[in-house]
């Protein structure tokens, strides 16, 4: 079954003045996404590293949705969005999005890392 696995990074979070204020807001932001998008959620969305965060969805939702969600919440910020959309293999969902594998996974993180490369807000990887 494939999956479909955001990865979001803030740009340039180093240079925030308010990073701690910003990471508040990004959890906050998360909670409720969870929350509305639940019946789309495989795998929560969750803080993964500094100011990247991930979830896991069902192939079928809508990402520019869930993006803009996001976007709404947290209208002063700027982040890169890597797509990657697959099987997952270690698919126990009562593990975090973080500890689950699979090729969902590698081409989100492949995604993730050509946006930042590039400066493309988003990038989607099937």
């Known amino acids: 079954m494939e999956y479909m696995t955001i990865t979001c990074d803030i740009k340039n979070s180093c240079g925030l003045n308010n990073r701690e204020e910003v990471q508040i807001e990004l959890i906050n932001t998360l909670k409720e996404l969870n929350r509305q998008y639940a019946h789309v959620i495989a795998s929560p969305?969750?803080?993964?590293?500094?100011?990247?965060?991930?979830?896991?969805?069902?192939?079928?939702?809508?990402?520019?949705?869930?993006?803009?969600?996001?976007?709404?919440?947290?209208?002063?910020?700027?982040?890169?969005?890597?797509?990657?959309?697959?099987?997952?293999?270690?698919?126990?969902f009562e593990l975090t999005v973080n500890q689950l594998d699979g090729p969902s996974f590698h081409k989100a993180r492949k995604a993730i890392k050509v946006a930042k490369q590039h400066d493309y807000s988003l990038v989607l990887i099937k």
Do not use: H, K
């Open 45 to 92: 969305f969750i803080i993964t590293l500094g100011d990247e965060w991930q979830g896991l969805m069902n192939v079928e939702c809508n990402y520019e949705e869930i993006i803009a969600f996001i976007q709404a919440r947290m209208p002063d910020i700027t982040f890169y969005t890597g797509i990657g959309i697959g099987e997952v293999t270690i698919s126990n």
